[in-house]
């Protein structure tokens, strides 16, 4: 991640002299992660996390929430940079939470390096089938599912391939991913937001499937028609199993209960803009 971006991510950081680092870094990206969502998912939620939001910034002053913003404009510009080219795809969330040293380690909590995950998802990932795929269907749908997703850098490494081989993953790639760490559903959620990519965010046990919170991101919300009924065509498979050389069973995601406000254009690159 660019070195200026991590010094001026720290500058805000350290500005909150009232309380410690961990607490900081934690509540930024929860308050970024409500701010996006409770903007566009007005579900039975919303009230709730609404008052959760008020709860936390409460405790802030206002010079320290608007550094906040500043830093969550920062974030955001540069993974638009990644976007259109001007700057490298990384895991900007995980990087900035192993920074801060915050890692629980006790629940084996340690991010992938993007390099390692961005070589995974090349070797993974059967180019020849994505392509064949999409040259059929132009509007074809490939599902991603990372069960255990941490702050999302595997996911991302995905869409970085994806949009190397000029696929437009926010119309052809919708991902559903989760974690146990509500600070990880936080971090994925935030980064898949501002990248552009149509997701779902669980927070819940994989193993046993049980889930208490769903985060849908704008890419998703903005066209969900287009996803549920392109995987219902697919009769409710999804394909992380054929675009993957090393196939896995994947859960069908349910769709939003009511359909959202019409999708606004995307813009050159594909992408839907927060702003």
Not at 40 to 63: P, R
Not at 96 to 106: E, V
Not at 202 to 213: D, K, M, T
């Amino acid at each position: 991640m660019n070195l200026e971006l991590k010094k001026e991510l720290n500058r805000i950081f350290d500005s909150v002299a009232n309380r410690d680092y961990y607490s900081v870094v934690k509540e930024f990206f929860e308050l970024c992660a409500i701010s996006i969502r409770n903007s566009v998912d007005h579900g039975k939620d919303h009230d709730k996390l609404e008052k959760h939001y008020m709860d936390i910034a409460s405790t802030y002053t206002k010079a320290q929430l608007e550094n906040f913003s500043q830093g969550l404009a920062i974030l955001g510009g540069e993974i638009t940079k990644a976007t259109t080219g001007d700057a490298d795809f990384c895991d900007w969330a995980g990087e900035i939470y192993m920074a801060s040293g915050t890692s629980n380690s006790k629940a084996g909590q340690f991010f992938t390096p993007y390099c390692v995950s961005r070589v995974a998802a090349e070797v993974n990932l059967d180019r020849e089938l994505i392509r064949s795929k999409l040259q059929d269907d132009p509007n074809y749908v490939f599902t991603i599912h990372e069960p255990t997703c941490g702050a999302g850098g595997m996911v991302v490494a995905v869409v970085d391939v994806l949009h190397s081989m000029n696929v437009n993953y926010a119309w052809n790639c919708f991902v559903d991913c989760g974690d146990i760490d509500p600070r990880c559903v936080h971090m994925t959620y935030l980064t898949l937001s501002l990248l552009g990519v149509p997701a779902v965010v669980r927070l819940g046990n994989a193993l046993s499937l049980e889930y208490s919170q769903a985060w849908y991101t704008p890419a998703y919300l903005f066209a969900w028609p287009h996803f549920e009924v392109k995987m219902r065509n697919n009769k409710g498979k999804t394909d992380a199993q054929k675009i993957s050389k090393n196939p896995e069973p994947i859960e069908v995601v349910e769709e939003p209960k009511k359909e959202p406000e019409p999708a606004p254009i995307m813009n050159k690159n594909g992408q839907y803009s927060l702003f």
